[in-house]
């Protein structure tokens, strides 16, 4: 889907990949809190190229995308690494 997409060459068009998304939710998901748990001691151990497999919270998902809408970027496809980037150095502005 995303590869139909992005050949339709429309400008502006992004495509954000976000690794497990963290924060609350109203429903409870066991494997999900599980995940989430496991993840938040993971997280640290995450560097270099497995940076993009941090867990992200929603806020810096939404950041990102006002950023992107907003502003030119050259990489259509957002992993869940460049999001964080992108989210914070919106945020140092």
């Known amino acids: 889907m995303e590869r139909d997409i992005l050949a339709q060459k429309i400008k502006n068009t992004y495509i954000l990949r976000p690794s497990l998304i963290g924060g609350k939710r109203d429903e409870f998901r066991l494997g999900e809190s599980i995940g989430k748990g496991i993840m938040k001691l993971l997280n640290p151990l995450f560097f270099g190229p497995l940076k993009k497999f941090k867990m992200i919270h929603p806020d810096k998902i939404a950041t990102c995308m006002k950023t992107v809408a907003n ?15 992108i989210a914070n150095s919106n945020n140092n502005e």
Do not use: A, G, H
């Open 71 to 85: 502003t030119s970027n050259n990489k259509s496809i957002i992993n869940s690494d460049l999001i964080l980037t």
